[in-house]
Nanobody, 113 residues
Framework: QVQLVESGGGLVEPGGSLRLSCATS????????MAWYRQAPGKQRELVAR???????NYADSVKGRFSISRENAKNMVYLQMNSLKPEDTAVYYC???????WGQGTEVTVSS
């Protein structure tokens, strides 16, 4: 069956960095656009970044210039490098095979001093 497993979340101070990873199995990874979403307490889930099967990327305005999404097809992995983190980046971050029902369980990111 299809599995997506996120890792790399944690507590970081403002201005710090984290790298999230998403390990996938059970799907033809290279054929899918992959995306990271996040959901902060009391807010709706929102798109953070997307990478197409061809490697094209797009980002939410709030993270442009700070976050970078990448993929490694040989390992069925997708990553989210997050730099210059702000308290408003605090959320649970989810990996998904875009436009499918396949989601990971989420990894929590807390940005606080």
């Amino acid at each position: 069956q299809v599995q997506l497993v996120e890792s790399g979340g944690g507590l970081v101070e403002p201005g710090g960095s984290l790298r999230l990873s998403c390990a996938t199995s059970g799907l033809r990874f290279s054929s899918y656009s992959m995306a990271w979403y996040r959901q902060a307490p009391g807010k709706q889930r929102e798109l953070v970044a997307r990478i197409t099967s061809g490697g094209r990327t797009n980002y939410a305005d709030s993270v442009k210039g700070r976050f970078s999404i990448s993929r490694e097809n040989a390992k069925n992995m997708v990553y989210l490098q997050m730099n210059s983190l702000k308290p408003e980046d605090t959320a649970v971050y989810y990996c998904t095979a875009d436009l499918t029902a396949y989601w990971g369980q989420g990894t929590e990111v807390t940005v606080s001093s």
